[in-house]
């Protein structure tokens, strides 16, 4: 590997770990560590010459700020919650399906007149008054937070950075109310809290970030354009199943089933046989469709990639090198 290679950030244990792991193997590139589960450098099968970093959640997002690692598996509330003016920084390549989590606002459920966060900014108005401080909000997510709250109007409240279980605290008399991340929400019901119902400030999920800060080299543009071309072409064929039949008349077939399931015809309708591309829930009628327009026999098959001539996960990323003030040759 030389300096000009390209680095991935992938989460260094845990459920993100096998996560990440499992997204790149289904694009045939697995991530390799030749030293063991304790060797924090690895490599990318398929690519050739790419560096794996296994880092820390918060690490990744760090090193994705300063540029040392080109690609990162980080979720998107460590994003906009760690990267200061995160959007001229980094650059949200594509969801990865795994990772969900959202970061919300949850109060006491004795707080039986807050449903909402305008509830919350009339307690917030007078608590100081009843009280004698400020109504007081734990959590990790000091920026989000600020954010969010600036947004709703409400000032009169401050923050208590939290560094253990956020959900205890209104329990244990440290705070009010809190912003923390949930996946189910059954801790908080467990700490007898409840989310404000227009207190979701993120829905987060895993994300594939790019640093628009990272020393960008052609051969590290080559081999990102290598693996947007190998993720694409696996998201696009898990979303399309393969139909195919021999019909009387394909051209009016094909412009049928297109008007009423929108499949395709990626490779026209001149063959013999018809090919169509359609979502997996659509296969039965686009199957039935097909028999009574004479079709004998209809074939079905999952696809293990569908590679375009046009990916737009490279196209994005090429479009943000362009524009980014730094970092490239």
């Known amino acids: 590997m030389s300096e000009s290679d390209l680095v991935i950030g992938v989460p260094s244990k845990g459920r993100l770990q096998e996560n990440a792991v499992e997204f790149f193997r289904r694009s045939g590139m697995a991530l390799l560590q030749p030293g063991g589960a304790r060797n924090y450098r690895g490599r990318l099968g398929g690519v050739e010459g790419v560096e794996v970093a296994f880092l820390s959640a918060s690490e990744i997002t760090r090193e994705l700020a300063a540029g040392n690692v080109h690609f990162g598996v980080t ?196 063959g013999e046989v018809l090919t169509l591309h359609v979502a997996p829930g659509r296969v039965a009628a686009v199957a039935a469709f097909l028999r009574a327009s004479g079709a004998d026999r209809v074939t079905v098959a999952a696809l293990d990639y569908v590679f375009d001539a046009a990916n737009p996960l490279a196209d994005g990323l090429v479009a943000r090198l362009g524009t980014a003030s730094a970092g490239h040759p």
Request: glycine share 8%.
């Open 75 to 270: 979720g998107l509330d460590l994003v906009q919650e760690t990267i200061p003016s995160w959007a001229d920084k980094v650059h949200l390549v594509t969801e990865l399906g795994f990772g969900f989590a959202d970061v919300v606002v949850a109060v006491p459920m004795a707080w039986i007149d807050v449903q909402q966060m305008a509830d919350l900014a009339d307690v917030a108005a007078d608590f100081r008054q009843r009280h004698g401080h400020h109504l007081r909000v734990a959590t990790k997510y000091v920026n989000l937070t600020r954010r969010f709250f600036g947004q709703q109007g409400i000032a009169a409240y401050r923050i208590v950075e939290s560094l253990g279980a956020t959900e205890g605290a209104p329990a244990s008399g440290a705070a009010e109310a809190i912003v923390d991340i949930t996946t189910t929400g059954s801790t908080l019901s467990a700490n007898n809290l409840k989310v404000v119902t227009d207190g979701v400030i993120l829905r987060s999920q895993a994300h594939l970030v790019a640093s628009l800060t990272a020393g960008w080299s052609e051969r590290a543009r080559e081999q990102a354009a290598a693996i947007l071309d190998r993720i694409a072409a696996e998201a696009a064929a898990r979303s399309l199943r393969e139909v195919r039949a021999r019909v009387p008349e394909p051209a009016a077939a094909a412009a049928e089933a297109a008007r009423r399931f929108a499949a395709t015809a990626p490779f026209g309708t001149g």
